[in-house]
């Protein structure tokens, strides 16, 4: 089973790549949250993407846009950075994003989007890979997004079975999934565009194989995903967003490997990311922001740890901070794993 680092925006930037790297492990792919096809890369997003701040991890850029033009552009400029790999978003819910038809938006419109996949993949000379919901506002539009998708030369379809209405809430839709994993068992058409550019053979070859589908959703423990391979075992890969922000060993977990001093592990995770922050944001208030971020999901990783963070939230300096930091890690039980 290969696990994947899913992309969060505002969180799973290099520093925190970095601590999962460094302390657990055992994930075989990140992505870079989602970076908007533009003219040229932020300093902001350059410095995500530099080798030297990613040594080790084996990470793919994803990217954000519309029009397959300017995704080309950025593909070439990524491929001059070193990368390989691309990642496109079409899951993103966020209504600013959606009001521009990218991420999710696009899906609401299946023509602009077989155009759009038809651009890239015509001509991308690297393996592209699509990471989507299953529709905007009703499940009767997924069969027919499924059928444009199979049509590319995916290289991995990494499916979020929700609507982006639904945001995070309710249930992901397993049917949906079904759905896509038994036509990628039966699909044979060619596909719209030769896989050539990426395998570097000219042969005409069924869009996506069923070991190309890779689950995202609510994978919160190693349970979770036994059920997952239970019903569905030739998905080989699994992206966690969530689950491993909230047990940054589950990857582990998942591929039972034995993790030594597990508390000793989390403090150093916090603590690689904590001095991240602090050099990288210019006041308390960011590196505040963002830790509380991490920790709405860190701390699940402890028992009953409500009241202590409730209060490491409404902490106003660092000295505060830390003191509820250490109470977490010395006073409180690890949860189950
Ligand atoms: C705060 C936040 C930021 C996210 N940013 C991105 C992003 O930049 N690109 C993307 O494809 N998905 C993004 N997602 C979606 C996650 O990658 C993932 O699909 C989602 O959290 C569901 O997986 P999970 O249940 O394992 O967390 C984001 C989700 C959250 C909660």
Same mark, same amino acid.
């Given at each position: ?28 792919? *990140? ?14 997003? !350059? ?17 954000? =846009?519309?029009?397959?033009? @300017? ?32 991420? =999710? ?8 989007? &077989?155009?759009?996949? *038809? ?26 997004? !499924? ?6 030369? %995916?290289?991995?379809?990494? %499916? ?16 949906? *999934? ?5 036509? $990628?068992?039966?699909?044979? @058409? ?33 349970? $979770? ?26 990857? $582990? ?7 030594? &001093? ?16 602090? @050099?990288?944001?210019?006041? &308390? ?15 699940? =990783? ?18 505060? *901070? ?9 006073? !409180?039980? !690890?949860?189950?794993?």
């Amino acid at each position: 089973m290969q696990i994947y680092l899913a992309p969060m925006e505002g969180i799973t930037g290099y520093i925190v790549r970095n601590a999962f790297f460094h302390h657990f492990g055992q994930i075989d792919k *990140y992505f870079t949250p989602f970076i908007p096809a533009a003219k040229r890369f932020s300093r902001k997003i !350059l410095r995500d993407l530099d080798p030297a701040n990613n040594a080790g991890i084996r990470l793919v850029p994803q990217l954000i =846009s519309n029009r397959s033009e @300017e995704v080309l552009i950025m593909i070439g400029k990524l491929k001059d950075l070193g990368f390989g790999e691309i990642n496109l978003n079409l899951g993103c819910p966020s209504g600013t994003v959606i009001s521009k038809s990218r991420g =999710s938006g696009l899906l609401r419109d299946p023509q602009a989007l &077989d155009r759009f996949l *038809y651009g890239i993949y015509e001509k991308a000379d690297v393996p592209v890979s699509v990471k989507t919901r299953i529709g905007f506002d009703s499940l009767e539009e997924w069969p027919e997004i !499924l059928e444009i998708f199979l049509k590319y030369p %995916i290289s991995e379809l990494i %499916i979020h079975p929700r609507l982006r209405r639904e945001m995070y809430t309710g249930y992901p839709h397993l049917e949906a *999934y079904q759905l896509a994993y038994d036509r $990628c068992n039966t699909v044979a @058409e060619p596909s719209a565009v030769s896989r050539n550019q990426n395998s570097g053979s000219d042969q005409k070859t069924p869009g996506i194989s069923p070991a190309s589908l890779v689950y995202n959703g609510d994978l919160w423990d190693s349970a $979770c995903c036994r059920t997952l391979l239970k019903r569905f075992p030739e998905t080989g890969t699994v992206m966690i967003g969530r689950g491993l922000l909230a047990r940054p060993d589950l990857a $582990c977990t998942i591929k039972q490997i034995p993790v030594e &001093d597990l508390r000793g592990k989390l403090r150093r995770f916090h603590d690689e990311i904590y001095d991240g922050y602090l @050099e990288t944001f210019t006041g &308390d208030k960011d590196v505040f922001m963002h830790m509380k971020e991490i920790w709405a999901n860190l701390g699940k =990783s402890f028992h009953g740890s409500d009241r202590l963070l409730k209060k490491l939230m409404k902490s106003q300096s660092a000295s505060e *901070y830390r003191i509820f930091v250490d109470q977490i890690f010395e006073t !409180l039980e !690890l949860s189950e794993r």
